[in-house]
């Protein structure tokens, strides 16, 4: 079965600092991974995936992601954190093309 | 692109009662739809797929007679609460694919709290 692990409940960061949120995935086959962002009492936001090719994947509001199929990890990264970046993250893999799998979220707190 | 809604926002009833949650895709055909259940600081729990012109393929656990899904058009699913209860309150959050896109992403609808009184 799929899974998607998110090992910090919480990460805090300096404004300006680079901030790194973790997950790691248990799939078989080949992965399609995404990253959502969630604002309180608000949806989630898609911010970018990785279906195949480069393992470097750029997204939204200057997000990034690195694949790493021999660690089974997907981090989220920025290189400067805004205040505004605070909120619920969540990892995500593809359940066979059926439905989502998703972590269990990481509550980002950029601090001013 | 790609913009999700759902109406309504909020919504407070009567224990007892039934509430319908609409979902449409604004700007995209979305065969397939999902409708999600999230408890405070908790992550996402998936209740049922809906695919329009069928029934919809529920979770295990999430009762079929209690939470009625329709999926009439290829913009729009709707997700019924019948006779509400206190332990219904919760975030309902529903997403959908887009079926021009070959990968599985899914957009997400901003949610609707329900609180049931």
């Known amino acids: 079965a799929q899974s998607v692990a998110q090992p910090e409940d919480q990460v805090n960061v300096a404004e300006g600092n680079p901030l790194t949120v973790k997950c790691t995935y248990s799939?078989?086959?080949?992965?399609?991974l995404f990253w959502y962002v969630q604002y309180p009492n608000r949806g989630l936001q898609f911010l970018l995936k990785y279906i195949t090719g480069d393992n470097l994947v750029k997204g939204s509001y200057g997000f990034e992601a690195e694949f790493n199929k021999s660690q089974t990890s997907f981090h989220l990264k920025k290189p400067s954190a805004l205040v505004s970046d605070s909120a619920l993250y969540f990892c995500?893999?593809?359940?066979?093309?059926?439905?989502?799998?998703f972590g269990p979220g990481t509550r980002l707190s950029v601090l001013p | 692109g790609a913009v999700v809604s759902q109406h309504p926002s909020r919504v407070i009833c009567k224990s007892g009662t039934s509430v319908k949650i609409e979902c449409r895709s604004l700007d995209f055909q979305a065969t397939t739809m999902f409708w999600y259940r999230q408890f405070p600081k908790k992550s996402l729990m998936l209740m049922a797929t809906s695919n329009e012109g069928s029934k919809a393929t529920y979770e295990q656990g999430v009762e079929k007679d209690k939470f009625l899904i329709n999926h009439a058009s290829l913009t729009l699913s709707t997700l019924t609460v019948t006779s509400a209860h206190p332990e219904d309150s919760s975030f309902y959050i529903c997403?959908?694919?887009?079926?021009?896109?070959?990968?599985?992403?899914?957009?997400f609808g901003p949610g609707t709290r329900l609180t049931v009184l």
């Open positions: 799939v078989s086959g080949n992965p399609y």
């Open positions: 995500a893999v593809d359940n066979y093309g059926q439905n989502f799998v």
């Open positions: 997403s959908a694919r887009n079926d021009r896109e070959s990968t599985d992403t899914q957009y």
